[in-house]
């Protein structure tokens, strides 16, 4: 009898990540896309892959290949990866390096691409830079019907998971946060003025930010002159005296402020001043200064929205425990879209066999329809060939999908098939569930 | 067009019941979303049938009864349904949010179920006197009435939202809502074409009243609304001239409402006007 058992997937992955591997070792193996093209080639042509992709990220290395003939595929892509980036990499099986196989290597990079493996739960950018892989190796050729197949599920899955649970909720950073909140109040920030007081690191990081935001206009104040001129230059910001915050204060949306003074540098006199000049509008306030630059009672004022390195803190952890909770949700998504993949690959197996099924009747109908032609008027042999077509088409219908069906969902397809064969005639041994996969109708079905 | 009037009333709840459905599907999918996916569509476009439905039915009992649908407390309950949604969905199409429907649209299906629930067995008992003038006067005012339903309810929402930032609270709700400047924007302009249409009503009212040889100022109901206009007035003023924006604003247009809703429940229930539907 013909093995019909769901053929094996043959897929396997070796990669290391932040969670097997410092940042120097990540930091190492990061691929440019010319050396993902060598990699795919070698894999290709040296481990005999018929299907290959790549995942290369500052988080994580990840090589997924189908149909390799490697007894250690971990050795292989370590030495591959020390020979591509010419240097010696001492990455360990096991230790640096982990390898799944077969299902465990699918449910992987479905939790990979929902951000389930990133280093900040359900950060978005991997779902891009999964995409961005899967089309290189579509490029380079190295992506096969069935990785092709997969990566569209994969990709479907993660974008299930963003907008059906809150896996992506939330601002999962100080700075993000403290931009997130100034958007939540003002709305576009493209027109909205912003006043940086400090010129340190903290400034710099939230001037980035706010520029990602779409901020073009900064002022920036700072003790020092010649520090805060040289920051205002590289950020394209006015720089202003600090004796001068009361007077540019009215001006501004959005104050920033991390410096190391003692006390506080913008007083609850100075905001309630300042607010009277700008009729109320909404002044938004980012303290993230340790001790506080700017006042907390300046938080009462109505219209005045301050809020400091505790209260950004406190909105991260509190959105970092949301998406926690979705965890299981977005699993079952996964669960679900990986039991549709599989279900796929199984009804493979059965495709040669309906494809002979369906042959075998197209050709008895084109021999009788050839002993018949003479009967025919010249005019009606098309409508003659139509129509024997159509016959077939509607007889065949129901057996073959049922034959379809019992495969995918694990029934007793082997037996079902074994009959058909037996009683039309066909062919044994050609179920190895990979011809079907690259054909044409094939690729139109997904 | 008498035989589309049953037909109509029925069908109007089970449109908003499902434009409310499908309203609550875009508030519990992520913002991102909304707007590309196919579900999304579908909230925008039953209100949009709802409405173009609950004109015609409009059309067809004015058609029948050869007047404005607007005579019994139910008429006026069906038409400030109809006005909440248009106005809605105007707000919506101006401001490209989805997110706030599902806190307007419970209300517009609870009126027109009462609306259609009792509206047809009412009826009509004080045939309108000038129909032309009347007829604007009334729709004015339940247009304007619509406007500051929908003007309050971003009020509200502006309040709560107000609170969760004050408090650093990043809530299923904050995420859904728009910006608070967006929120106040949404609040002032529905309240400001509100004012509008209401000084409408009231200068139609006082002249449909004198033409029809009534006396408007000696209506109670005529000084509560002007009262109410006034406050209306002052809020949307201070927070264009005086700088009272936030909580303030809102609050000062809720009290307006408030006092417009009150002007209603007085005349109907306290004193004897032209205006009581009874």
């Given at each position: 009898?013909?093995?019909?058992?769901?053929?094996?997937?043959?897929?396997?992955?070796?990669?290391?990540?932040?969670?097997?591997?410092?940042?120097?070792?990540?930091?190492?193996?990061?691929?440019?896309?010319?050396?993902?093209?060598?990699?795919?080639?070698?894999?290709?042509?040296?481990?005999?892959?018929?299907?290959?992709?790549?995942?290369?990220?500052?988080?994580?290395?990840?090589?997924?290949?189908?149909?390799?003939?490697?007894?250690?595929?971990?050795?292989?892509?370590?030495?591959?990866?020390?020979?591509?980036?010419?240097?010696?990499?001492?990455?360990?099986?096991?230790?640096?390096?982990?390898?799944?196989r077969e299902e465990a290597s699918i449910r992987h990079l479905f939790r990979v691409a929902c951000g389930l493996e990133s280093m900040v739960l359900g950060e978005p950018q991997i779902l891009g830079q999964v995409k961005g892989a899967s089309e290189l190796a579509s490029r380079l050729g190295s992506a096969g019907p069935v990785t092709e197949r997969l990566l569209d599920t994969v990709l479907r899955s993660a974008k299930r998971a963003r907008s059906e649970t809150g896996i992506g909720r939330g601002p999962v950073s100080i700075a993000y946060a403290g931009v997130s909140l100034a958007t939540k109040v003002l709305g576009d920030l493209g027109a909205k003025r912003v006043l940086l007081i400090g010129?340190?690191?903290?400034?710099?990081?939230?001037?980035?930010?706010?520029?990602?935001?779409?901020?073009?206009?900064?002022?920036?104040?700072?003790?020092?002159?010649?520090?805060?001129?040289?920051?205002?230059?590289?950020?394209?910001?006015?720089?202003?005296?600090?004796?001068?915050?009361?007077?540019?204060?009215?001006?501004?949306?959005?104050?920033?402020?991390?410096?190391?003074?003692?006390?506080?540098?913008?007083?609850?006199?100075?905001?309630?001043?300042?607010?009277?000049?700008?009729?109320?509008?909404?002044?938004?306030?980012?303290?993230?200064?340790?001790?506080?630059?700017?006042?907390?009672?300046?938080?009462?004022?109505?219209?005045?929205?301050?809020?400091?390195?505790?209260?950004?803190?406190?909105?991260?952890?509190?959105?970092?425990?949301?998406?926690?909770?979705?965890?299981?949700?977005?699993?079952?998504?996964?669960?679900?879209?990986?039991?549709?993949?599989?279900?796929?690959?199984?009804?493979?197996?059965?495709?040669?066999?309906?494809?002979?099924?369906?042959?075998?009747?197209?050709?008895?109908?084109?021999?009788?329809?050839?002993?018949?032609?003479?009967r025919f008027r010249p005019e009606d042999v098309a409508a003659a060939e139509s129509l024997a077509h159509g016959i077939i088409q509607k007889l065949l219908h129901h057996p073959t999908t049922r034959l379809r069906d019992a495969e995918a969902d694990g029934l007793d397809g082997a037996a079902r098939l074994e009959t058909v064969r037996d009683l039309f005639g066909i062919e044994n041994g050609t179920d190895?569930?990979?011809?079907?996969?690259?054909?044409?109708?094939?690729?139109?079905?997904? | 067009?008498?035989?589309?009037?049953?037909?109509?009333?029925?069908?109007?709840?089970?449109?908003?019941?499902?434009?409310?459905?499908?309203?609550?599907?875009?508030?519990?999918?992520?913002?991102?979303?909304?707007?590309?996916?196919?579900?999304?569509?579908?909230?925008?476009?039953?209100?949009?049938?709802?409405?173009?439905?609950?004109?015609?039915?409009?059309?067809?009992?004015?058609?029948?009864?050869?007047?404005?649908?607007?005579?019994?407390?139910?008429?006026?309950?069906?038409?400030?349904?109809?006005?909440?949604?248009?106005?809605?969905?105007?707000?919506?199409?101006?401001?490209?949010?989805?997110?706030?429907?599902?806190?307007?649209?419970?209300?517009?299906?609870?009126?027109?179920?009462?609306?259609?629930?009792?509206?047809?067995?009412?009826?009509?008992?004080?045939?309108?006197?000038?129909?032309?003038?009347?007829?604007?006067?009334?729709?004015?005012?339940?247009?304007?009435?619509?406007?500051?339903?929908?003007?309050?309810?971003?009020?509200?929402?502006?309040?709560?939202?107000?609170?969760?930032?004050?408090?650093?609270?990043?809530?299923?709700?904050?995420?859904?809502?728009?910006?608070?400047?967006?929120?106040?924007?949404?609040?002032?302009?529905?309240?400001?074409?509100?004012?509008?249409?209401?000084?409408?009503?009231?200068?139609?009212?006082?002249?449909?009243?004198?033409?029809?040889?009534?006396?408007?100022?000696?209506?109670?109901?005529?000084?509560?609304?002007?009262?109410?206009?006034?406050?209306?007035?002052?809020?949307?003023?201070?927070?264009?001239?005086?700088?009272?924006?936030?909580?303030?604003?809102?609050?000062?247009?809720?009290?307006?409402?408030?006092?417009?809703?009150?002007?209603?429940?007085?005349?109907?229930?306290?004193?004897?006007?032209?205006?009581?539907?009874?």
């Amino acid at each position: 009898m013909t093995q019909l058992a769901p053929g094996p997937l043959d897929l396997v992955c070796v990669g290391l990540s932040h969670h097997t591997s410092p940042l120097e070792v990540r930091d190492a193996v990061i691929l440019s896309d010319d050396e993902v093209a060598r990699a795919l080639d070698a894999l290709r042509g040296r481990a005999g892959a018929a299907e290959a992709m790549i995942l290369s990220t500052c988080n994580r290395t990840e090589i997924y290949a189908r149909g390799t003939r490697l007894p250690d595929p971990a050795t292989f892509v370590a030495s591959l990866l020390a020979e591509i980036k010419g240097v010696e990499l001492h990455l360990q099986a096991g230790k640096h390096l982990y390898t799944l196989r077969e299902e465990a290597s699918i449910r992987h990079l479905f939790r990979v691409a929902c951000g389930l493996e990133s280093m900040v739960l359900g950060e978005p950018q991997i779902l891009g830079q999964v995409k961005g892989a899967s089309e290189l190796a579509s490029r380079l050729g190295s992506a096969g019907p069935v990785t092709e197949r997969l990566l569209d599920t994969v990709l479907r899955s993660a974008k299930r998971a963003r907008s059906e649970t809150g896996i992506g909720r939330g601002p999962v950073s100080i700075a993000y946060a403290g931009v997130s909140l100034a958007t939540k109040v003002l709305g576009d920030l493209g027109a909205k003025r912003v006043l940086l007081i400090g010129a340190g690191e903290m400034s710099s990081l939230a001037a980035t930010h706010l520029k990602d935001a779409g901020v073009t206009q900064f002022m920036v104040a700072n003790r020092g002159r010649e520090r805060g001129e040289a920051f205002a230059e590289q950020h394209g910001a006015r720089y202003v005296s600090l004796e001068a915050l009361p007077v540019v204060l009215p001006g501004a949306d959005v104050v920033v402020s991390a410096t190391h003074a003692p006390t506080a540098v913008i007083t609850e006199a100075m905001v309630r001043a300042a607010m009277k000049i700008r009729r109320n509008r909404p002044l938004f306030c980012l303290d993230l200064a340790v001790p506080r630059d700017i006042d907390p009672h300046v938080a009462r004022l109505e219209n005045v929205f301050l809020h400091d390195l505790d209260a950004l803190g406190q909105i991260v952890a509190q959105s970092l425990a949301q998406r926690r909770a979705e965890i299981p949700r977005v699993e079952a998504i996964l669960e679900e879209e990986l039991a549709r993949f599989l279900r796929w690959h199984r009804s493979l197996a059965v495709k040669p066999t309906v494809t002979a099924f369906r042959s075998h009747f197209e050709k008895v109908a084109a021999e009788e329809l050839e002993r018949h032609r003479g009967r025919f008027r010249p005019e009606d042999v098309a409508a003659a060939e139509s129509l024997a077509h159509g016959i077939i088409q509607k007889l065949l219908h129901h057996p073959t999908t049922r034959l379809r069906d019992a495969e995918a969902d694990g029934l007793d397809g082997a037996a079902r098939l074994e009959t058909v064969r037996d009683l039309f005639g066909i062919e044994n041994g050609t179920d190895d569930g990979d011809e079907g996969a690259g054909s044409d109708a094939d690729r139109n079905t997904r | 067009m008498r035989f589309l009037v049953p037909l109509l009333i029925t069908t109007l709840p089970v449109l908003y019941a499902l434009s409310v459905a499908a309203y609550a599907r875009i508030y519990n999918t992520e913002p991102a979303d909304t707007g590309d996916q196919t579900s999304h569509r579908v909230g925008p476009r039953v209100l949009r049938v709802a409405v173009l439905l609950h004109l015609l039915y409009l059309i067809a009992r004015g058609w029948t009864e050869g007047h404005l649908p607007l005579a019994s407390v139910y008429d006026f309950l069906s038409a400030t349904a109809l006005a909440l949604a248009a106005v809605y969905l105007y707000v919506e199409m101006r401001q490209r949010i989805r997110t706030t429907g599902i806190f307007v649209l419970p209300l517009v299906l609870l009126i027109q179920l009462i609306a259609s629930a009792y509206g047809s067995t009412v009826p009509l008992t004080k045939p309108p006197i000038n129909p032309f003038w009347f007829e604007l006067h009334t729709l004015a005012a339940v247009l304007g009435y619509g406007a500051f339903f929908v003007s309050a309810i971003y009020g509200i929402l502006f309040l709560f939202l107000y609170r969760e930032i004050k408090g650093n609270r990043i809530s299923f709700f904050f995420t859904r809502m728009p910006p608070l400047e967006s929120l106040a924007r949404m609040n002032v302009s529905a309240a400001s074409a509100g004012l509008v249409l209401l000084a409408l009503a009231i200068l139609m009212g006082i002249g449909w009243g004198k033409a029809a040889g009534l006396h408007p100022f000696s209506d109670p109901k005529t000084w509560l609304t002007i009262a109410a206009w006034c406050l209306l007035g002052f809020a949307v003023v201070a927070y264009h001239r005086l700088g009272w924006r936030g909580p303030r604003a809102v609050y000062a247009s809720l009290a307006g409402l408030t006092t417009l809703l009150l002007s209603r429940v007085v005349t109907d229930l306290f004193v004897r006007s032209f205006h009581t539907f009874r």
